[in-house]
Nanobody, 124 residues
Framework: QVQLVESGGGLVQAGESLRLSCVAS????????MGWFRQAPGKEREFVAA????????IYANSVKGRFTISRDNAKNTVWLQMNSLKPEDTAVYYC?????????????????WGQGTQVTVSS
C-alpha cells in the first residue's frame, strides 16, 4: 500500500520560511518523479514544483520560482519543499504526489499517488 505523508505546515508571517517534508512508503521511491501541489479555499488544485526521479531536473510554477526549492533524498524516501519569502497568497493545503512517470510534470493527472495534505497559512 502506497503512503505519502506530508508534514511541516503551519502558520507563519509574510516573508518567513517553511520546509515541508513528504515521506513515501510502499513504492520504489527512486523511480518516481515527485511533485508538490497546493489548493487554496475555493480554488482548483495547482502545480507548485516537481522533481525528476534523480533530482537533477526540477520544474516550478512561475508564482514560486526563485522562492521555493524542491529536493529529495532517495535513500530516505523523502522529498522536501523549501519555501522562502512566503506571501499570503501562498496560503493553501500543500500536497505531495508521486508521478506515474520518471520525469517531472505540472499536470495533476500524471500523478498516481497523493498524500493527505498539510496546511500552510501565511499572515500579512
Amino acid at each position: 500500500q502506497v503512503q505519502l505523508v506530508e508534514s511541516g505546515g503551519g502558520l507563519v508571517q509574510a516573508g518567513e520560511s517553511l520546509r515541508l517534508s513528504c515521506v513515501a512508503s510502499g513504492l520504489t521511491f527512486s523511480t518516481y518523479a515527485m511533485g508538490w501541489f497546493r489548493q487554496a479555499p475555493g480554488k482548483e488544485r495547482e502545480f507548485v514544483a516537481a522533481s525528476r526521479w534523480s533530482g537533477d531536473m526540477t520544474i516550478y510554477a512561475n508564482s514560486v520560482k526563485g522562492r521555493f526549492t524542491i529536493s529529495r533524498d532517495n535513500a530516505k524516501n523523502t522529498v522536501w519543499l523549501q519555501m522562502n519569502s512566503l506571501k499570503p497568497e501562498d496560503t493553501a493545503v500543500y500536497y505531495c504526489a508521486a508521478s506515474k512517470f520518471a520525469i517531472p510534470s505540472p499536470r495533476h493527472y500524471d500523478y498516481a499517488y497523493w498524500g493527505q495534505g498539510t496546511q500552510v497559512t501565511v499572515s500579512s
